[in-house]
């Protein structure tokens, strides 16, 4: 089992690019999250989706979309990129999002918006 | 504004002595309290989950959790420089979201 994946590793973007981040979990879980984490600060929760077919805000969601294409794929699209976005994105999925339930995180994407 | 409070460290442990870390929360309804542990460039992963009042032990991992004062604490036993990390708190609200601290960061002294 990889668990969850996400690519890419690394994007340099400049304001006003577009870019999808993709993420896919092989674990058969429900729930699905995007963070991002900047210095300083604890992971802040951008969207998730607790079922196939669902998605939801979190705190920071502006500037963001999502789509969950299926039970093992949750991406996050930025369509104009900002220098505000420049950020660690973490990708991670639980079993039922239940509030005793693990989150299982992705190796993350580093990106740079200048 | 929910909040989790995490003093940032460094905190620094000789190598063989106990590692205290500590988190207060501030949602009184929280019912389940997670230590996740992240190293320099990597993803977090979990250490230790508690929901009740009292200590839960794994190994050499011990969490305390205390409602009444809302906190949470990690004691790590027979530091290692492998422990070296960034500790990270987190508490499920009641909008089914984990809220989280900002984390301390751990350094075990050979």
């Known amino acids: 089992n990889a668990g969850v994946t996400q690519t890419p590793k690394f994007q340099v973007l400049k304001t006003g690019q577009s870019m999808t981040l993709q993420c896919a979990q092989d674990m058969n879980h429900n729930s699905m999250y995007w963070y991002r984490q900047d210095p300083g600060m604890g992971l802040r929760l951008i969207y998730y989706?607790?079922?196939?077919?669902?998605?939801d805000k979190g705190e920071v969601p502006n500037g963001y979309n999502v789509s969950r294409l299926n039970k093992r794929e949750f991406s996050l699209r930025l369509e104009s990129a900002a220098p505000s976005q420049t950020s660690v994105y973490f990708c991670?999925?639980?079993?039922?999002?239940?509030?005793?339930?693990?989150?299982?995180f992705g190796p993350g994407t580093r990106l740079t918006v200048l | 504004q929910k909040e989790v409070e995490q003093n940032s460290g460094p905190l620094s442990v000789p190598e063989g002595a106990i590692a205290s870390l500590n988190c207060t929360y501030s949602?009184?309804?929280?019912?389940?309290f997670f230590w996740y542990r992240q190293y320099s460039g990597k993803s977090p992963e979990l250490i230790m989950f508690?929901?009740s009042n009292g200590d839960k032990e794994d190994g050499r991992f011990t969490a305390q959790l205390n409602k009444a004062s809302q906190y949470v604490s990690l004691l790590i036993r027979d530091s290692q420089p492998s422990d070296s990390a960034t500790y990270l708190c987190?508490?499920?609200?009641?909008?089914?979201?984990?809220?989280w601290g900002a984390g301390t960061k751990l350094i075990i002294k050979p």
């Open positions: 991670a999925s639980s079993r039922q999002g239940a509030s005793t339930d693990t989150q299982y």
């Open positions: 989706s607790a079922s196939e077919g669902t998605t």
């Open positions: 949602d009184r309804g929280s019912q389940s």
């Open positions: 987190a508490f499920w609200d009641s909008n089914y979201q984990l809220i």
């Open positions: 508690i929901y």
